[in-house]
């Protein structure tokens, strides 16, 4: 008996693994592990991200030079992104921890960090292109170096995005208990 | 928003990870309920309310509670 192409899709579905998965999520249900803070190294990346941008924004030759020092800069700048978006495993808004393992808690916890970092990337965004508009006037930027820079500033938003909702998450998040030893019930 | 969820918790002698996975949240956010770090969904109130088989105006309150040996005082 030939397959629809619906049970083909399915089939293919269920060979990622994924159903699996959630199905063995759905039947541990709630009881994860706690949530971990992640304070000082989004903050830390953040820093170091912000640098680069400015350094950028205000040289813009620095992306065409030749320099050997300067190539290995350009790469590591290269992969920020991956670092941030890995950074975030480590935080409270874990990817890897599944919506099945959220309780209203957790939820409300991830609706307002996220709500934070795109007020924050929206009023960023507000701001910081009339100011890259400005300094493109000024210094009379090739067509080819506004474009550079825009691509810098929209990557710079995607990880400012992902490191303010962790950090907004990692700082308004109490300090863990899981432990009984309060009432004895340990 | 106060309650007693710790005191009714011991009297009934009951982890948090018990209660957490009765009324289906995790041990942490019953940790962070008890210590008023949070305030509950009026649906998680109820369950946890009708897990331990009184009102929810036993459990939750506007105002702070008065201490149980005031109460037994004023009982007797």
């Given at each position: 008996m030939t397959k629809t192409i619906l049970q083909r899709m399915d089939d293919v579905i269920r060979w990622t693994g994924f159903p699996k998965r959630v199905e063995a999520d759905l039947r541990r249900g709630?009881?994860?592990?706690p949530l971990r803070r992640s304070r000082w190294l989004p903050l830390v990346l953040l820093v170091i991200v912000s640098g680069l941008v400015v350094r950028y924004a205000t040289n813009p030759a620095l992306f065409a030079a030749f320099d050997p020092a300067e190539i290995v800069i350009r790469t590591i700048t290269a992969l920020f992104p991956c670092l941030v978006t890995a950074s975030t495993?480590?935080?409270?808004?874990?990817?890897?921890?599944g919506s099945e393992q959220a309780d209203e808690w957790e939820e409300a916890l991830g609706h307002r960090a996220l709500f934070f970092s795109a007020i924050v990337v929206g009023g960023l965004e507000l701001a910081g292109v009339p100011v890259l508009i400005a300094i493109a006037f000024i210094h009379n930027w090739s067509s080819q170096t506004i474009l550079v820079e825009i691509g810098l500033w929209l990557l710079y938003l995607f990880m400012l995005f992902q490191l303010a909702a962790t950090l907004h998450a990692s700082w308004s998040m109490p300090a863990a208990t899981n432990r009984d030893e309060e009432v004895g019930l340990g | 928003m106060h309650n007693r969820i710790a005191i009714f918790r011991a009297e009934h002698g009951i982890s948090r990870a018990k209660l957490a996975d009765a009324v289906g949240v995790n041990p942490q956010t019953i940790g962070y309920l008890e210590r008023g770090d949070y305030t509950p969904s009026l649906e998680l109130a109820l369950k946890i309310a009708r897990h331990f088989g009184v009102n929810v105006e036993l459990l939750f309150s506007l105002e702070r509670f008065e201490p149980i040996a005031v109460t037994l005082r004023r009982n007797d």
């Amino acid at each position: 008996m030939t397959k629809t192409i619906l049970q083909r899709m399915d089939d293919v579905i269920r060979w990622t693994g994924f159903p699996k998965r959630v199905e063995a999520d759905l039947r541990r249900g709630k009881g994860a592990p706690p949530l971990r803070r992640s304070r000082w190294l989004p903050l830390v990346l953040l820093v170091i991200v912000s640098g680069l941008v400015v350094r950028y924004a205000t040289n813009p030759a620095l992306f065409a030079a030749f320099d050997p020092a300067e190539i290995v800069i350009r790469t590591i700048t290269a992969l920020f992104p991956c670092l941030v978006t890995a950074s975030t495993f480590f935080g409270p808004l874990n990817p890897r921890r599944g919506s099945e393992q959220a309780d209203e808690w957790e939820e409300a916890l991830g609706h307002r960090a996220l709500f934070f970092s795109a007020i924050v990337v929206g009023g960023l965004e507000l701001a910081g292109v009339p100011v890259l508009i400005a300094i493109a006037f000024i210094h009379n930027w090739s067509s080819q170096t506004i474009l550079v820079e825009i691509g810098l500033w929209l990557l710079y938003l995607f990880m400012l995005f992902q490191l303010a909702a962790t950090l907004h998450a990692s700082w308004s998040m109490p300090a863990a208990t899981n432990r009984d030893e309060e009432v004895g019930l340990g | 928003m106060h309650n007693r969820i710790a005191i009714f918790r011991a009297e009934h002698g009951i982890s948090r990870a018990k209660l957490a996975d009765a009324v289906g949240v995790n041990p942490q956010t019953i940790g962070y309920l008890e210590r008023g770090d949070y305030t509950p969904s009026l649906e998680l109130a109820l369950k946890i309310a009708r897990h331990f088989g009184v009102n929810v105006e036993l459990l939750f309150s506007l105002e702070r509670f008065e201490p149980i040996a005031v109460t037994l005082r004023r009982n007797d």
